[in-house]
């Protein structure tokens, strides 16, 4: 064989090992209810839960502890799925802007249900509004 056969394979032969490590990786967007159910069962996958931070009837968020003075590294929250189950969130990463996080529009936590738990979330994404909406002249 010539070199650059060799080369050709090795070179396949990588490609096809990073697609098997990344969808090994690769999570579902479920519920809460279905979350804390796969870790009953066992399954230590990380899920994507997509939901809304919880409010008080004016509209204001509530229930985040955030602390930096105390915990910079600690973040937990209560957030409403899309079935409208509340559940305790925690997160040792914390979002950079704090303000963004509170005006967030849709929130998704990427991580594992504790069986009688919180739901650690290792990621948070947020969708905010700000970027989404058109500006009327």
């Known amino acids: 064989m ?11 032969g990588i490609m096809i090992s990073i697609l098997v490590v ?6 579902a967007y479920v519920d809460f209810s279905t979350a804390y159910e796969l870790a009953h069962d066992g ?3 990380k899920v994507h ?17 955030y602390d930096p003075a105390q ?3 600690y973040l937990a ?8 189950v509340m559940k305790r969130v925690v997160c040792y990463s914390p979002p950079a802007s704090m303000r963004d996080f509170e005006k967030s529009e849709k929130v998704v936590v990427i991580g594992r249900a504790k069986k009688d738990g919180d739901f650690i979330a290792s990621e948070i994404l947020m969708k905010c509004p700000s970027k989404y909406e058109e500006t009327q002249l």
């Open 49 to 65: 839960v997509i939901g809304e931070l919880q409010k008080d009837k004016n509209g204001n968020v509530i229930g985040i502890q």
């Open 71 to 73: 915990d910079a590294n």
């Open 22 to 27: 990344t969808a090994g990786d690769a999570s």
């Open 77 to 84: 929250f209560n957030l409403v799925d899309d079935k409208n």
């Open 2 to 12: 010539k070199k650059s056969h060799i080369f050709g394979l090795i070179i396949i």
């Open 43 to 45: 399954d230590e996958n």
